[in-house]
């Protein structure tokens, strides 16, 4: 305790989310002396953790996994001090008039005071808006290849999407399942070359081009999907890769977002409309959302707090 300017159970700084975002802020943070307390969320090592492998990180020549890097990001935070706790932060409270510090709401019904909050909460997946998906989920409805692709083995599954998300799930269940299709609204993939490439050459990926999905049926489980071509595909599972919305919710309308629901920041900086409150990685990030780029956010929120504290 004893922050700048904090009373004594005052937290200097507090770093909602686990991921690549929040890991990196906890570094630096911890490193500058804001002595850093991270509350995990309920996806400890953030959306990482659902894929396999990472080529794309640097610093790694032979490429890594999505869980080793992200154990690695915390164990790096965890030997420079940060204090990692489980725990969802459920509201939060950023009415300070300039000498009040920020209140947040853990699950287990705790409330915390903080000087400077840096909010890394990701994203999470996107669903169609389909009733089935409700009716069908975790009984042939998945948004994570990963978690979800070693209950089809052997059987048939379709990816809704056309993005990098997509061609790496299609890809993973090819690897397991005995034919994967692809639901691409679109006569074009939006994912990079390099994974288009890999699609294509894979021989149990079909594309269904210009189709979207309309419904789902099967009495004990998904059995097959409607399509807008009017065809009936029968299927096992339905595996939704679309996308992802920021995890902003809590934070609205206390901070300004986009008509998206990302947080507005002060480009370059990671300054939202509220002074001592920072947002970094997936959840400020409507264009890159890449772990490096996430990553690198979190260390600007984190000099920036350290800034702000500085000044204050
Ligand atoms: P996230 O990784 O989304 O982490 C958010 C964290 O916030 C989680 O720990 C969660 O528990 C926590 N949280 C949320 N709400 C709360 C709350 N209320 N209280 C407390 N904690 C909360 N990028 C690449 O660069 N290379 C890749 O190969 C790659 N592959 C990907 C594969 C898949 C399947 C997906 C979905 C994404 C992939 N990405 C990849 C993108 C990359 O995962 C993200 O850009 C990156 O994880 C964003 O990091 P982040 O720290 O902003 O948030
Ligand atoms: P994305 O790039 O936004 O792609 C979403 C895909 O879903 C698009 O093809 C989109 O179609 C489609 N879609 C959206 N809404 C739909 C709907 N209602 N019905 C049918 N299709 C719909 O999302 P993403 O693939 O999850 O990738 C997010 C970010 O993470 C990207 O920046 C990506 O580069 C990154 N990422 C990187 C890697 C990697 O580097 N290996 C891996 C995974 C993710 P349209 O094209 O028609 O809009």
């Known amino acids: 305790g004893g922050g700048a300017g904090?009373?004594?159970?005052?937290?200097?700084?507090v770093i909602i989310g686990s991921g690549?975002?929040?890991?990196?802020?906890?570094?630096?943070?911890?490193?500058?002396?804001?002595?850093?307390?991270?509350?995990?969320?309920?996806?400890?090592?953030?959306?990482?953790?659902?894929?396999?492998e990472i080529d794309n990180f640097p610093g790694y020549p032979?490429?890594?996994?999505?869980?080793?890097?992200?154990?690695?990001?915390?164990?790096?935070?965890?030997?420079?001090?940060?204090d990692i706790r489980m725990g969802t932060i459920t509201a939060v409270d950023f009415s300070m008039d300039g000498s009040s510090p920020h209140r947040l709401t853990i699950d287990d019904g705790t409330t915390i005071e903080a000087d400077t909050v840096i909010i890394s909460t990701g994203a999470s997946a996107k669903y169609l808006g389909l009733d089935d998906e409700k009716k069908?989920?975790?009984?042939?409805?998945?948004?994570?290849?990963?978690?979800?692709?070693?209950?089809?083995?052997?059987?048939?599954?379709?990816v809704v999407g056309g993005g990098d998300t997509a061609c790496e799930e299609a890809q993973y269940l090819a690897g397991l399942c005995k034919?994967?299709?692809?639901?691409?609204?679109?006569?074009?993939?939006?994912?990079?070359?390099?994974?288009?490439?890999?699609v294509m050459e894979t021989e149990n990926i079909e594309i269904l081009w210009n189709t979207q999905v309309r419904g789902l049926y099967g009495t004990?489980?998904?059995?097959?999907?409607?399509?807008?071509?009017?065809?009936?595909?029968?299927?096992?599972?339905?595996?939704?890769?679309?996308?992802?919305?920021?995890?902003?919710?809590?934070?609205?309308?206390?901070?300004?977002?986009?008509?998206?629901?990302?947080i507005i920041v002060k480009h370059p900086t990671t300054e939202t409309n509220t002074p001592g409150v920072f947002a970094c990685g997936d959840v400020a990030d409507p264009i890159y959302r890449?772990?490096?780029?996430?990553?690198?956010?979190?260390?600007?929120?984190?000099?920036?707090?350290?800034?702000?504290?500085?000044?204050?």
């Open 179 to 198: 034919k994967v299709y692809m639901i691409v609204r679109r006569d074009v993939l939006r994912a990079s070359e390099a994974m288009q490439k890999k």
């Open 136 to 158: 069908y989920q975790g009984m042939g409805v998945s948004a994570c290849a990963t978690c979800d692709g070693f209950f089809y083995r052997k059987k048939t599954v379709a």
């Open 6 to 13: 904090g009373g004594p159970n005052i937290m200097k700084t």
């Open 62 to 82: 032979e490429g890594t996994t999505g869980n080793e890097l992200m154990d690695d990001l915390r164990a790096q935070a965890e030997r420079l001090g940060t």
């Open 290 to 312: 890449q772990a490096i780029s996430a990553a690198g956010s979190g260390c600007h929120a984190a000099m920036d707090a350290r800034k702000y504290l500085s000044e204050k």
């Open 20 to 52: 690549p975002a929040g890991y990196t802020a906890a570094i630096y943070a911890s490193r500058s002396g804001l002595e850093p307390v991270l509350y995990e969320g309920n996806q400890p090592g953030g959306q990482l953790t659902q894929t396999t």
């Open 220 to 262: 004990d489980g998904v059995e097959g999907a409607h399509l807008s071509t009017g065809v009936d595909l029968p299927i096992d599972g339905l595996f939704l890769a679309i996308g992802h919305h920021p995890n902003s919710d809590i934070f609205r309308p206390a901070l300004e977002c986009d008509a998206e629901g990302y």
